[in-house]
């Protein structure tokens, strides 16, 4: 899938091993955090609609890149059914609000760094899914695949809307986003949450 190689020399660093050994240990949390990042993902295209009603092309992506969070939801939430496990609130892990804290508050550069940040939590989804994968169970592992092909496309309807609203070079913009979100997936974490960094029990 060729997303994925662009996904992964998108991203800064790969995911820890001692993450995915982490996440694979506890999938109640996993779970509960996936299904709160759908949430989020979805609110998230949402306020940017409310945000910028004159921007037409963001406005389309935006309203269906929702509704599909909203269906990812709905699906993290029945396979969790299914298994007994229960939805409840978990806090929210440090990697969202870590990029969120390096966003411009001023437009124009506001919405171009909200869809930067965008871009990065979509790729990250996306290559934690595929590695993810394997190591399942038969049902999370087609459901984690099936996710693959839409957070791609997540991915680069964020990439697409940046370049487009900010009509000049973003690359470096990107790059100093890209050290950032390589810097919180690579730091010792106390919590496991989907986009948590290194465990800090495993970590070396
Ligand atoms: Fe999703
Ligand atoms: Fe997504």
């Not at 269906?64 to 409840?88: D, S, W």
């Not at 965008?118 to 459901?143: I, Y």
Request: hydrophobic share 40%; net charge negative; proline share 3%.
């Amino acid at each position: 899938m060729d997303v994925l190689d662009e996904i992964q020399s998108f991203l800064g660093c790969p995911t820890p091993d001692a993450w995915l050994q982490a996440a694979t240990q506890d999938l109640h949390t996993l779970l509960i955090d996936h299904a709160h990042c759908e949430q989020k993902a979805a609110a998230t295209a949402m306020s940017l609609m409310y945000r910028y009603p004159n921007h037409h092309e963001l406005l389309i992506r935006m309203s269906r890149l929702a509704r599909e969070e909203l269906i990812h939801f709905e699906q993290v939430l029945t396979l969790m059914r299914k298994r007994g496990m229960e939805y409840q609130h978990l806090s929210a892990s440090r990697y969202a609000s870590g990029l969120r804290d390096q966003v411009s508050k001023q437009e124009p550069q506001r919405l171009i760094d909200v869809l930067i940040v965008g871009a990065f939590v979509e790729a990250r989804s996306c290559e934690r899914f595929a590695k993810l994968a394997p190591l399942l169970d038969e049902e999370l592992q087609k459901f984690y695949l099936s996710l693959l092909k839409s957070e791609g496309r997540h991915y680069q309807d964020y990439l697409k809307l940046a370049e487009r609203y900010a009509q000049a070079d973003i690359s470096q913009r990107v790059a100093e986003f890209r050290l950032l979100e390589q810097q919180l997936i690579e730091a010792e974490d106390d919590q496991l949450r989907f986009h948590s960094g290194t465990p800090r029990s495993v970590a070396a």
